[in-house]
């Protein structure tokens, strides 16, 4: 019976099998086996070998040999071959119905590396019989610490609220946590299993925060999620599991944000409910976040995060030019903190909020400096006109123009300076002006209505 044989074994006209004339190739088998005596993981070896260059030698279908790069399964595929310890080994799989009915019956290892009929002895052996069984005893260890890994396990006290259950939405295994310059979740499969680079690498604090208040969403009383907008937990909730976590009732919020809750007990809660997170970046300042809740629920939303440049940001052009523009007009930093902020921007190193920091860097790089403050006080609730015309993106002078005919009356202090007051309402009015839907407003605090037609 003459059964194909793996990289290293040849079978000469005869029909005897002696190992591979080719000096590199029994070096290099040899090479496999040593390394995993010494290094202990086929992990270990796998990066040994690429750390060196070396490739593996394979056979295909027709039995020749050709050389590959290597990977974590062919290296265990090589330390599990029993011919390499001499041995004959035959029926090393066998038939299994499939998991689905109907579909054609699968092709399986069978359990424990065990084979219908195993003769010792009948080729030339790479290795002991001894060290073969050695072999297999610690590919055994290994396979069962990785399952017991892969679980979701324990929660654990460490800053990352997602882990154990956080997988990589673009491979589909599972992500680990560094703790380098904060917590982040990383996808290193591919790169243990091939030598290929980190799949990809998300900041876990934004998304922890967000999936900390999906969560918070999903447990909530059921006539406050109706009345929310932006709702991120499951539509339908299992009963059961819900009620679980709804056993503290309205204490749950302050009990999560109560400092003296370690992250061990709030990851504990959030298991309660959710199965596993996917995660994927879809663009360099974004992800997409998938919660699978126990019960088989999904919801899906976006996160915005954190990057270390200007130029990362989508909307970094218009920010820059709207920075340069505003500051040209007059406006000092915080002023156009205040109206970056009202149209949606944010700094690189934040997910929301826009800092004076980021305004004054755009200034120096441009060099435009800082008109000096007038002697006018800030006044609470109110802005002045170049303040309020950048809002609405309106000149300042058109602005200035219906005050002084009265078309606009605002409140003017002692000195001559106009201010309007800092509200949406106010602002409307303006724009309904503007856009010739009223004849003319008041927003002095004194009257109560603020449009006359």
């Known amino acids: 019976m003459a059964l194909h044989l793996p990289a290293g074994l040849v079978r000469d006209p005869s029909g005897v099998v002696t190992k591979d004339p080719n000096q590199e190739v029994q070096d290099r088998v040899a090479l496999v086996f040593d390394s995993f005596l010494r290094l202990r993981t086929t992990m270990q070896v796998t990066r040994a070998l690429h750390a060196r260059g070396l490739m593996l030698p394979r056979n295909d279908k027709h039995g020749e040999t050709h050389w590959a790069r290597p990977n974590r399964a062919a290296v265990t595929e090589m330390l599990k071959n029993p011919a390499y310890a001499g041995a004959f080994a035959y029926g ?12 054609r019956r699968v092709q399986v290892r069978r359990p424990g590396g065990e084979c219908k009929i195993l003769v010792r002895d009948r080729y030339p052996a790479y290795v002991p019989w001894a060290t073969h069984e050695k072999i297999k005893a610690m590919l055994r260890d290994n396979r069962a610490e990785y399952e017991k890994l892969k679980t979701r396990g324990v929660p654990r ?7 154990g ?3 990589c939405g673009e491979c589909g295994h599972k992500m680990v946590v560094r703790y380098v310059r904060g917590s982040e979740y990383v996808c290193t499969y591919l790169q243990k299993q091939h030598g290929a680079p980190v799949c990809q690498r998300l900041q876990a604090a934004c998304i922890d925060d967000r999936v900390a208040a999906a969560f918070l969403d999903a447990v909530a009383p059921a006539e406050m999620r109706d009345g929310e907008a932006c709702n991120t937990g499951p539509a339908a909730l299992d009963p059961v599991l819900r ?9 749950l919020p302050a009990l999560w944000a109560d400092p003296g809750v370690s992250r061990e007990h709030r990851k504990a809660l959030l298991r309660c409910l959710i199965d596993k997170v996917a995660l994927r970046r879809t663009a360099r300042d974004a992800a997409s976040v998938r919660v ?9 939303f976006t996160v915005a995060l954190t990057v270390n440049a200007l130029a990362a940001l989508p909307r970094a052009a218009e920010m820059e030019a709207r920075v340069l523009e505003l500051a040209r007009d007059g406006l000092h930093d915080d002023e156009i ?3 970056l902020t009202a149209e949606g921007h944010r700094s690189p190193w934040r997910t929301e909020e826009f800092l004076p920091g980021t305004v004054q860097r755009i200034r120096l790089q ?3 400096k800082v008109v000096r403050r007038s002697r006018w006080r800030d006044m609470p609730g109110w802005m002045a006109v170049t303040e309020a015309a950048a809002r609405l993106q309106v000149p300042r002078q058109w602005v200035r123009g219906r005050i002084r005919s009265g078309v606009i009356r605002t409140l003017c202090e002692p000195s ?7 509200t949406p309402a106010a602002l409307d009015a303006i724009q309904d002006l503007q856009a010739g839907r009223v004849g003319r407003i008041d927003l002095t605090p004194r009257l109560n209505e603020n449009k006359e037609h």
């Open 337 to 339: 903190v205040r109206v």
């Open 92 to 103: 090393r799989t066998q038939m299994r119905d499939a998991a689905v009915p109907g579909r």
């Open 292 to 300: 699978v809740w126990r019960g088989g629920e999904v919801s899906e």
């Open 366 to 368: 441009h060099q435009v």
């Open 243 to 251: 009620a679980q976590a709804l056993a503290l009732g309205e204490r």
């Open 165 to 167: 259950i956080a997988w």
């Open 157 to 163: 006290d460490g800053a990352a609220l997602l882990h």
């Open 416 to 422: 001559g300076r106009y201010l309007i007051p800092d």
